[in-house]
C-alpha cells in the first residue's frame, strides 16, 4: 500500500549538522502535507516540522533557526539539522499526512523512524 522510509540518523557532535530524508512511495494519489517528529525515551512524540499543500511550513520553537524542511518533490522530504544540542537526541519520524492512495484510500502513514544521537 504505503512504505515510509527514513534515513540520515547518526552521531554527532554537539554543533554538527545531520540531514534527513523520507521517500514515501506506493500508489499514491495525493500527500496532503509531510513532516518530522521525534521522541526521546521516556517523552511523548512531538512536531519537528510539517510542510502542507500550497508550501506553508511550521516549525517547533526549539528548532527555529536551525532546522529546514524541505518537499523536495510530491513523495519526498528531506529535513537539514544545523547547530543540533544534546537535546535534539531522539528517534525521529517521517509523517504523510492525508494520504490518498490505491484506488480510493485515505490516511496517514508513518516511518519506522531513524536515530539521532547527538554527544560529544
Known amino acids: 500500500q504505503v512504505q515510509v522510509v527514513e534515513s540520515g540518523g547518526g552521531l554527532v557532535q554537539p554543533g554538527g549538522s545531520l540531514r534527513l530524508s523520507c521517500a514515501v512511495s506506493?500508489?499514491?494519489?495525493?500527500?496532503?502535507?509531510m513532516g518530522w517528529y521525534r521522541q526521546a525515551p521516556g517523552k511523548q512524540r512531538e512536531l519537528v516540522a510539517q510542510?502542507?499543500?500550497?508550501?506553508?511550513t511550521n516549525y517547533a520553537d526549539f528548532v527555529k533557526g536551525r532546522f529546514t524542511i524541505s518537499r523536495d518533490n510530491a513523495n519526498t522530504v528531506s529535513l537539514q539539522m544545523n547547530s543540533l544540542k544534546p537535546e535534539d537526541t531522539a528517534v525521529y519520524y517521517c509523517?504523510?499526512?492525508?494520504?490518498?492512495?490505491?484506488?480510493?484510500?485515505?490516511?496517514?502513514?508513518w516511518g519506522q523512524g531513524t536515530q539521532v544521537t547527538v554527544s560529544s
Open positions: 506506493g500508489s499514491i494519489s495525493r500527500i496532503n502535507g
Open positions: 509523517h504523510a499526512a492525508g494520504v490518498w492512495y490505491g484506488l480510493s484510500r485515505f490516511g496517514d502513514f
Open positions: 510542510v502542507l499543500r500550497g508550501g506553508s
